[in-house]
């Protein structure tokens, strides 16, 4: 899914994961390009979290 949590936009960049987050394997941190939210998307549950 990957999309933004707060807009739904599919308009994103990846950025650097937290350290925190580096931990969790399967993890992928983007950065909406229309809201500039941080967001960390979860492959396993394939689900996208504000973090």
């Known amino acids: 899914m990957k999309a933004c949590?707060?807009?739904k936009?599919?308009?994103?960049?990846?950025?650097?994961?937290?350290?925190?987050v580096r931990l969790i394997?399967?993890?992928k941190?983007?950065?909406?390009?229309?809201?500039n939210i941080e967001y960390t998307w979860f492959s396993f549950l394939?689900?996208?979290l504000k973090i």
């Open 29 to 35: 941190t983007y950065a909406c390009d229309n809201c």
């Open 25 to 27: 394997p399967g993890t």
């Open 46 to 48: 394939n689900i996208s």
């Open 9 to 20: 936009s599919q308009s994103k960049h990846r950025m650097k994961r937290k350290p925190l």
């Open 5 to 7: 949590p707060k807009c």
